[in-house]
DNA sequence: AATATTGACGCAAACGTTTGCATAAATGGA
DNA sequence: TCCATTTATGCAAACGTTTGCGTCAATATT
């Protein structure tokens, strides 16, 4: 491939030095003399050297390569994540390559082992879907690679976690709700095999309990998935009930914006009759009219953190650190679709 | 980093075979022998051997490594054309290295670097907003490194791109306005630095002109970004004419909702009084109310495109196809805020 | 039976860097 | 003047694979 590469050995016999002491002199080791280092960094951009990193990392055994495996890259969540990495990789002298598991188990472990062939120092990951178990995650813990899940982790196998406390985000969210009056609330609810989502619902049902309200299984939705099409399900049944929730806590923002636009058709005022609570901060969010209250899923920062947390995993070398788990703060994002003082307020 | 990772070597000596031996039977090499190679493969599982491509690499002088630069990876568009990319990389047996510019010139400019460093065998990028010229890929050129840009392309060195008719979009999205009746059409135009919005902005100009309608420099805003904000303020600016434009097309979807938004307000009727375009396709689009009509930009596409493209060009290795220029349809997706006709009908 | 052919494998160099150890020249101190 | 120290550089092996060429035995050909 390479158009003829400048390699350390054209330097060397260029300036009737060794490749040892050229490769010195471009890592400024001490011992050598000032002016051979000057003569050959100049040499060096004259000729337009670039050290070939594949042979450098064979011979260190170090790649500064970070692999990353998340479900799909296009989901706004993941590259918001990515992006996070990314950043912190950069800043780090570290490089990411990228692998989809378009939330298929095989393609997954297909993933890991293109990882390990490549010889990557570490790992962050977040499980497809479809994934039940993570023995194919355990091979890197064999070669002592150090692996960081984010947001749908594996309990399975010893690793470092970056996750948001989910079931503290939804227990705030369901509090908001009752703290604007009400008393019927209801929750559309995720996969209950993915741990995240089971902590959203026991958030929900554990701020009913500590207010006294009795849980209605009725007024509990489990959609296929957490599209806008199965939010639309769960609307209609919410619609049909004999009598209306007073309020919504959605696993994400898709079922609740779901919600919102057929409960506007239906006639039904949000948030006077009915207010909503999502899940994720998408920038629908603000969009959508009224707007969305919902909690912040700080995936920019989950990222940054996992990235952080990686190379540090990676840099001490005194595995002391064998795992590590990283809880992030949410926040709750309040607006219109909650806010029912202001429009009583407007309306007077 | 490996724990004590199992080498070709460790194989060769249990099986008292050479080095070369084994290399061969793992690639079922036809002058090897059918029984060694099934000794070789079975104890290299057992073993749980992993080729070391880095060391694969640099003896084949070969990364199997695509590089990618997009400004960043959490814009919408660039997510999901790196979705494309990364398909198509898998399929044919190579990885992917991310770098985000930022769309900062130098960042940008340290990302080249990092790619050649890393011997990437083809790049695809996207320009840094910033970037005002593409010496820093000219390098990649000299390395005989096939390049090809997407989106924002680079029109002063010679490489391959995949882009969208913006002219013809454009175009046609205005020929829609004016097919609904609008007459007094305006454009909420982007940078004008920038070779796409500058196209965009002449097939708006192209459609009146072949529609004898006269162009009003009245209605034409230049935001100084297109960002939501920047639109509104272009809003603004439309709803304070004397007289108001029956119809907008805008440089992208941000700035489409905000005008939306802010006219919603104003007691403004879309699509009624004025019917709105945007670009892009954003998933937002489709929430909006009225729902957005809009160009969709094919960005999933472009990254397969881009990729395929590439991809040819690494194992082409005859550089005939010196460069070459792909332009992928668009598409008019028409939704509520141009429908004029279907909204008088269910008024009647 | 002698030679040609085929099949199966090993030798050793190469890819471009890095690095422990040795060496040579220059300097200092006695 | 001689030895010890410092300074600056070179030698050569190593990282794990791949691959052109050579070798050797077994089989086929005459």
Chains 1, 2 share one sequence.
Do not use: W
Not at 206 to 222: M, Q, S, T, W, Y
Request: with cysteine.
């Amino acid at each position: 491939m390479a158009g003829s590469r400048v390699t350390i050995k054209d330097l060397a016999e260029k300036l009737n030095l060794s490749t040892s002491t050229i490769s010195r002199a471009l890592h400024n080791h001490p011992t050598i003399g000032k002016k051979t280092i000057q003569d050959v960094r100049k040499l060096a951009t004259e000729m337009g050297y670039l050290r070939n990193s594949v042979a450098s990392n064979l011979r260190r055994n170090k790649t500064n390569l970070i692999g990353i495996i998340v479900p799909r890259i296009d989901i706004n969540f993941h590259s918001r994540a990515i992006s996070g990495m990314e950043e912190v990789a950069y800043k780090s002298g570290y490089n990411i390559t990228i692998c989809q598991s378009n939330d298929s188990y095989e393609r997954e472990v297909a993933n890991t082992q293109t990882l390990l062939a490549n010889m990557v120092e570490g790992v962050i990951g977040c499980l497809a879907l479809k994934t039940k178990n993570c023995n194919h995650f355990a091979r890197f813990k064999e070669h002592d690679i150090p692996l960081v899940f984010y947001d749908r982790v594996c309990y399975e196998i010893e690793s470092s976690k970056v996750i948001i406390d989910d079931f503290e985000a939804a227990f705030r969210a369901t509090e908001h709700l009752v703290s604007i009056g009400c008393r019927r609330i209801g929750h559309i609810a995720g996969s209950q095999t993915t741990g995240i989502f089971v902590s959203r619902l026991e958030g929900y049902k554990a701020a009913l309990r500590k207010n006294k309200i009795p849980i209605n299984h009725n007024l509990i939705c489990f959609p296929e998935d957490l599209s806008y099409e199965s939010g639309l399900e769960c609307a209609r049944k919410f619609a049909r009930l004999t009598k209306l929730p007073d309020g919504i806590f959605c696993a994400n923002d898709y079922t609740a914006i779901s919600v919102i636009q057929l409960f506007k058709k239906l006639n039904i005022k949000i948030p006077q009759d009915v207010a909503i609570v999502g899940f994720s901060n998408y920038p629908v969010s603000t969009i959508i009219e009224p707007a969305l209250t919902t909690i912040d899923d700080r995936a920019f920062e989950m990222g940054q953190a996992a990235a952080k947390l990686l190379i540090r995993q990676i840099e001490d070398k005194n595995l002391n650190i064998a795992s590590e788990t990283i809880i992030i703060k949410t926040d709750l994002i309040i607006r219109e679709s909650t806010q029912r003082q202001m429009l009583i307020k407007s309306e007077i």
